[in-house]
């Protein structure tokens, strides 16, 4: 199954992610199919970037976002 999750990069306690979107076998940071966006919590205000039009592809070709990655699309304005 194809998943658009979180791959973890930055440095120890000061973390920023990429949104990807990989296969659910690969383990988090390995290797993926295509980046979407990126999330930094570390900013202030959180810094959320995604690319729509990638997402709702990905989507609409049967990928499934994880809870939090669904989450930051919604807070984004991505899907509803």
Known sequence: MVKIRLKR???KKKP???VVV?????????KFIE?????NPMT??????IDA???QKWISTGAQPTEIVK???KK?????
Not at 35 to 39: A, L, S
Not at 44 to 49: M, N
Not at 76 to 80: F, K, R
């Open 16 to 18: 920023f992610y990429r």
């Open 53 to 55: 039009e990638k997402a």
């Open 9 to 11: 990069m930055g440095a």
């Open 76 to 80: 984004s304005g991505v899907i509803q």
């Open 35 to 39: 980046e979407i966006g990126y999330y």
């Open 22 to 30: 990989a296969d659910s076998r690969r383990s988090r940071n390995g």
């Open 44 to 49: 202030d205000p959180v810094d959320i970037k």
């Open 71 to 73: 989450s930051l699309m």
